[in-house]
């Protein structure tokens, strides 16, 4: 029997009687940047112009406009911790232009941070933010949900080509992250509410199955789609490990996605699951329409610099318990 998990490998995890409370995140203090311009010989900060190679790393965190200044910093100083890179930072700023001029190259720097100042949150504090939102939302969870993080989750990342034109049919592929924002506005299984229940009997295609992860057996493929390009892989050492079909395939589905499995394979066989008879809203259901909402205004404004830092925030998501 082919085994088919994220990593590998299933959580089945000792569970305790009650659940466990989320814990919230202390607030970050801002951080500060030490901005540097760098060419190829010389440095210049707030403290004027140096040699390039008396560059020496601070309290403050060290940034430069382009990553090609923070380069020049680094071969000229080895062994000594180079600068960051605003682009790198902030992959949604303005075009960066390395100037070759460190005095144009601090000056470029200082007027990013005015002008974008404000918009300069670290991932880190983002989903810090983030999280505690959905620790006032939950409250508690239990540990079954690992479950949901150690399950086979779809590649639809995996699409190389966007469009493909057939005799009969046009195929498209679409981006995963464009639709996240849309897949968080349904109903998800109450995390403090998860129990497992067993069940030993075949998948009926007609029944409506409670909310939750079923934990089935797949029997012989039916369709040429699923032979043709088998879906079913998982990591392990650094490898994709793919299922081999002419065996059963234990796998961990949500309850839409056997109604979808019930049409290519023969059988399928519920072992057990972990449900919940109470679903919630995703705790950031609200934050990714205003996002999606801030994100138009600005396009609208022809503002893509902050149109682009919105598309950016709506693919980041700390709460993944049905991606």
Known sequence: MSRVYRFHGPADLLVP???????????????????IGADASLISDLNGTQAIETYAPG???????????????????????????????????????????????????EAIIRRFGQHLISPSSFCDEKWNTICNALRQRSIYDARFYSAWHLPIQEAYVLEEVR??????????????????????????????????????????LTTGLYRCVLHEPTSDFIIRHNPF????SGRHLRARLNEPVAIDLNEFE????SRHFRRIYLLEAIISDET????????????????????????????????????????????
Request: net charge positive.
């Open 17 to 35: 009687d009650r659940p466990i409370l989320l814990r919230k995140r202390k607030n970050k203090m801002p951080e500060r940047f030490h901005l």
């Open 59 to 109: 309290d403050a965190r060290a940034v430069t406009l382009t990553r090609r200044e923070a380069d020049l910093i680094a071969l000229a100083n080895p062994g000594v911790e180079s600068p960051a890179a605003l682009e790198d930072l902030y992959p949604w700023l303005p075009e960066c232009r390395f100037l070759n001029d460190s005095i144009a190259s601090l000056r470029a720097a």
């Open 167 to 208: 005799p009969n049919r046009c195929v498209v592929a679409i981006d995963f992250n464009g639709m996240y924002p849309s897949c968080m506005q349904q109903c998800f299984p109450k995390p403090s509410a998860l129990h497992l229940v067993q069940l030993r009997r075949d998948f009926d295609p007609s029944e409506i």
């Open 233 to 236: 892989r998982s990591f392990h």
């Open 258 to 261: 056997l109604s979808y499995f």
């Open 280 to 323: 919630v809203a995703h705790p950031l259901a609200k934050e990714a329409r205003r996002s999606f909402a801030r994100r138009k205004n600005y396009r609208n404004q022809r503002n893509k610099t902050l149109a682009d830092r919105e598309k950016l925030d709506t693919s980041k998501n700390p709460w993944r318990l049905r991606a």
